[in-house]
């Protein structure tokens, strides 16, 4: 009688365990599952534009901005920083990365210096290219990596640039990364809408698979148009 009662202890406690690591697997509420979904749904955007404004190591302050738009293959760069100092100095850099070869760099006097680069990395069908496979690092939250290293906390929902989103906290256990912070994922959509990080700063995410007008000299729109140009 004793082990038979055992018996169908041990059996309900696994049933247990098993449709609860189930539950934990397909539930939506899932932190890995709700990343996952915002790595696939990356995948997909062909345009958007980011801000970040915060610290560094060896700035008081830096703004960035970039606008991607992968159907022209136009990826536009700009950055303001203050470095630390007893009199520092303000610098500003503004670049229009196009197809796989072509820089145009803004000069002091507002006139624009343009380039070849010999190296496909960091061009702008680098960049796309890696928007398409969910390795874009720098430019986007590295998911990739999140979904390696980190665990994930449901936090709040709030509404970042009139998307409604949920807010996730993370925090990376990796070698080469500590790092905290949280990722608001849009409902709908499931794309990244802001980033929170620890000591660091913040990141805003916007117009996603939106048409973007550059402001831009029309040396530009005229290489992103080229047919001898190469996405």
């Known amino acids: 009688m004793g082990s038979r009662l055992f018996f169908w202890i041990g059996a309900i406690v696994l049933a247990g365990l098993f449709i609860w690591g189930m539950d934990y697997v397909l539930t939506p509420e899932n932190g ?27 700035t008081q302050h830096a703004e960035n901005l970039w606008e991607v738009d992968c159907n ?21 850099e503004d670049i229009f990365l196009v197809r796989s070869d072509q820089k145009f760099t803004r000069n002091s006097d507002g006139s624009w210096t343009q380039t070849k680069y010999t ?49 996730w906290k993370f925090a990376m256990h990796s070698a080469s990364s500590g790092q905290r912070g949280s990722v608001c994922i849009g409902l709908q959509d499931h794309l990244p809408y802001e980033m929170i990080t620890d000591n660091v700063g913040h990141y805003s995410y916007t117009d996603y698979n939106q048409p973007l007008q550059f402001d831009a000299p029309e040396a530009v729109l005229q290489a992103a148009s080229s047919s001898d140009g190469s996405n």
């Open 72 to 92: 022209q293959a136009i990826v536009h760069k700009r950055s303001t920083e203050l470095p630390m100092g007893a009199n520092p100095v303000e610098s500003t």
């Open 32 to 58: 890995d599952a709700e990343f996952q979904k915002m790595l696939d749904a990356t995948e997909q955007v062909k345009s958007f534009r980011g801000t970040y404004v915060g610290s560094t190591p060896s």
């Open 119 to 167: 190296s496909v990395q960091y061009s702008a069908s680098w960049y796309c290219d890696n928007l398409a496979q969910g390795s874009l690092r720098d430019l986007l939250p590295n998911i990739r990596a999140m979904l390696r290293s980190a665990t994930f906390g449901k936090a709040d929902k709030k509404t970042v640039n009139g998307v409604a989103c949920q807010n």
